[in-house]
């Protein structure tokens, strides 16, 4: 991890409180993240620079927390994929086009799955290289949302490409590592499976 860059515990009611204003009803996979994630069977922590007073770790839609730490960040997603190779890694791409827009523009990545009209990244260990993490976080970063979910589940892609709700419940229930976007975008909230 970067010198600069700290872990800091969180508390589970504050940090709940506020991805539920940040993952509820903004797509089908954040709502089932908010819903059926057994967040009970793991613990909350972010990633800041130093320096961090106890207020400022709960300011949550407030940026000045410290420098972008997006390279600590894709260094956790790699480290656990590589750790256990049988998790799946779930970006939401909440700045492009819909499925069939980008479908005709050619802007899908070799990753990109559909539910109904959103799409979704899967990346595994297999397919996960520097710069796919990279694009992906991109794709699912905006100042107001992120979101990248590694999960035990194994959704089902079908020939078109896609996936079903029944898959999101299934990714969110399984959830290891929840990363969602916060801190005015320089940052995130984290939170973890005890046990895998």
């Not at 089902?156 to 079903?164: G, H, K, V, W, Y």
Request: proline residues 3%; glycine residues 6%; aromatic residues 10%.
């Amino acid at each position: 991890m970067l010198d600069n860059v700290h872990q800091y515990p969180l508390e589970a009611d504050k940090t709940l409180l506020y991805l539920q204003q940040n993952l509820e009803n903004t797509n089908s996979l954040s709502t089932k993240i908010y819903q059926q994630t057994p967040f009970e069977k793991g613990s909350f922590y972010t990633l800041l620079g130093e320096h961090i007073s106890p207020d400022q770790l709960y300011e949550f839609m407030h940026g000045g927390v410290g420098a972008k730490i997006r390279n600590a960040v894709l260094d956790v997603v790699k480290k656990e994929l590589q750790e256990h190779p049988d998790l799946i890694c779930v970006f939401d791409n909440i700045n492009g086009p819909s499925y069939e827009e980008a479908l005709k523009q050619g802007k899908l990545l070799e990753v990109d799955v559909q539910c109904g009209e959103e799409i979704y990244s899967i990346v595994t260990k297999k397919t996960s290289s520097d710069k796919l993490l990279k694009l992906c976080f991109s794709y699912s970063n905006a100042c107001w949302h992120s979101l990248c979910v590694l999960s035990k589940a194994s959704p089902i892609i079908r020939e078109n490409r896609s996936i079903t709700e029944a898959d999101l419940i299934s990714i969110a229930q399984e959830a290891y590592l929840v990363i969602a976007g916060a801190y005015d975008g320089e940052s995130f909230v984290f939170w973890k499976r005890k046990a895998l």
